[in-house]
């Protein structure tokens, strides 16, 4: 039978007996992308539940927005009645790229397949595009690769964590995002998360006529019009974010464990200065000193000081990453797990990192979906090198799309225990928050210019 027909034909019923019989055949003699001998008759769910091999009967990109941010969901169906996996491909900037991403080359790509084959799906999706790594692609295939990971749970009968080594720990501590413009406001803002179970927090600083990152800001230009409100001088920042930490440990002492996020904004030297300055106020870490594009600078900032640096949610291809790692530049990984390839990507980078005494602080904001949270929870459950996780507060609405979402409990991530990744995406609520591109979705986004007018990074 050529290839195209056997394609077509397990996209019907056939499949499962073709399966029954290669489950009793085996890996070796069923080896990926080799049609498997027809057969005639069906069996039941019951029948092929658990053991022989499955085959991918279709995958699908569902869009929603329940907390107003454009999220995307890819959802691999399976031969098996009822089963199906879930993942996370939300890349918000450029969602509608990830949904064609999805439906016109990983469907057909993936129909037919055995999606136990995790590792070698993952690396033939990977290869197939030729060129790779790019953040459309990539949040693809992770999505597909969660949703796969999703599968395999259901069909063992266990969370995901189960099958990626088991807990090392109850729960994932998280930390909060507060903010404010002067030491009392911002020490309010951290406190409010303290007396909710949290002890990490994130304090981001407003600085008068800037805008901004993570704290209000109300940015001025004598050039309105052409940049109104995205106004950053990297200066007057790198001036405020010490004084600022030197105010808020003298009203909550010194035991709180505070983060600050630099979001790549400050020329390379100026990060170093500023972490050197935050020295004294015993960051848990200070997140993205530099952009990706400037990881050489790493070995400078590491000679000169012991702030704790986190870096990595921009991360797209490991050799941005690599050599930082292996040469213990950087004290935390921060990537977003649907940037580098899904959850098998980052149980890779976990154990590489484990061994460099690097912890992982996967990216965990509301640009990650439900789903995604779920995913960053269980490859955190089974890391020993685990460090923080990034969480988001997740309304009603996300909670009726998302049945099942981790809640936050005691400063800590909870993941639902049943099996898989222990969510589900419920499509008819989903409907009722649909991606609106009225308004489309800002094209300025992050676009920050000096007062002179020179763009500079978000
Ligand atoms: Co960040």
Known sequence: MDRRRFLHRIGGGAALASLAMMGRRGWADAAPG?????????????????????????????????????????????????????????????????????????????????????????QAMFQSSYWRNGPVLTNALSGVDAALWDIKGKRAGMPVYELLGGKCRVACPVYGHAGGSDPKEAAESIQSFLDRGYRYVRCQVSVPGQAVYGARGDAKSPYEGHFAGRTFSPAAYQLAVPRMFAGVREILGPEVELLHDVHERLHPIQAIQLAKDLEPYRLFFLEDPFAPEDVGYFRHLRAQTSTPIAMGELFNNPNEFLDIIAGRLIDFIRCHISQIGGISAARKLAHLCDFFRVRTAWHGPGDTSPVGHAANCHVDLSSWNFGIQEATVFNDDSREVFPGTPEIRDGMLWVNEAPGLGIDLDEKAALRYPIRDDPPFDMHWGELRDVDGTIRRP
């Open 34 to 122: 080799v049609p498997p001998p027809a057969q005639e008759e069906e069996l039941g769910a019951e029948e092929t539940r658990g053991s022989g091999p499955l085959r991918i009967t279709k995958v699908r990109c569902i869009l929603t927005a329940p907390q107003r941010i454009r999220l995307a969901i890819v959802r691999v169906e399976t031969s098996e009645p009822g089963l199906y996996g879930i993942g996370c491909a939300t890349f918000t900037q450029r969602i509608r790229t990830v949904e064609t991403a999805v439906h016109e080359y990983l469907d057909p790509f993936l129909r037919g397949k055995d999606p136990s084959h995790i590792e070698d799906l993952w």
